[in-house]
Structure formats: structure tokens, C-alpha cells
């Protein structure tokens, strides 16, 4: 992972003790251009490995998704059919 509840929670405790200090966030693909005008405003971006990233979300988005949430076990894909429907786009994907 890329400790990104790690970072939030130490930047919202250090933005709560020094009052002069606000904190932003955003999370997504890319950072939000409304962060990069804001004067002395410091910037944290972290990053996933790209290969760890498609199996965690495979893992969270398909596979726990189908046996905790829903109970469709059978519903589940193979990593490998998972990824090649991902990539076009499948409607089935979770």
C-alpha cells in the first residue's frame, strides 16, 4: 500500500496542534489543480506499485467482493480473467 491513512492521520493531528496550518486532501488519479495555487501550501503525493496496485484491487473490488459482500462465490474470476476483462472494459468487471 502507500500508507496513505498513515500520512493523513499524522498530517490532520499536525494540522489540529498548529492552528495556523490547514490541511487539504484529495484522493484519486491525479492531484487537484484547485491545491496547486494555494500560497505555502505543501504537497505529499504518494504512489503504488503499479503490478501491487491491479492485485489489491482485484482482491478488494472482486474477490472479497464476491465472497464477503454478496456470497456469489461462483461469480469470482481467475486473476488472469479478471485482468484480461478489466482491461476492455467487460461489463461483468466490479
Same mark, same amino acid.
Given at each position: 500500500?502507500?500508507?496513505?491513512?498513515?500520512?493523513?492521520?499524522?498530517?490532520?493531528? =499536525? @494540522?489540529?496542534?498548529?492552528?495556523?496550518?490547514?490541511?487539504? !486532501?484529495?484522493?484519486?488519479? @491525479? &492531484?487537484?489543480?484547485?491545491? &496547486?495555487? %494555494? #500560497?505555502?501550501?505543501?504537497?505529499?503525493?504518494? &504512489?503504488?506499485? #503499479? %503490478?501491487?496496485?491491479?492485485? @489489491? &484491487? =482485484?482482491? =478488494? !473490488?472482486?474477490?472479497?467482493? =464476491?465472497?464477503? %459482500?454478496?456470497? !456469489?462465490?461462483?461469480?469470482?474470476?481467475?486473476?488472469? %480473467?479478471?485482468?484480461?476483462?478489466?482491461?476492455?472494459? @467487460?461489463?461483468?468487471?466490479?
Amino acid at each position: 500500500k502507500a500508507a496513505g491513512t498513515t500520512i493523513r492521520d499524522i498530517m490532520e493531528q =499536525y @494540522s489540529k496542534r498548529k492552528r495556523t496550518i490547514h490541511y487539504f !486532501e484529495t484522493e484519486g488519479i @491525479s &492531484l487537484d489543480k484547485r491545491f &496547486l495555487f %494555494i #500560497p505555502n501550501t505543501l504537497t505529499v503525493t504518494t &504512489l503504488r506499485h #503499479p %503490478i501491487k496496485r491491479i492485485k @489489491s &484491487l =482485484y482482491w =478488494y !473490488e472482486h474477490v472479497a467482493w =464476491y465472497h464477503t %459482500i454478496v456470497k !456469489e462465490t461462483h461469480k469470482c474470476k481467475s486473476f488472469r %480473467i479478471w485482468v484480461d476483462n478489466w482491461i476492455d472494459g @467487460s461489463k461483468w468487471k466490479n
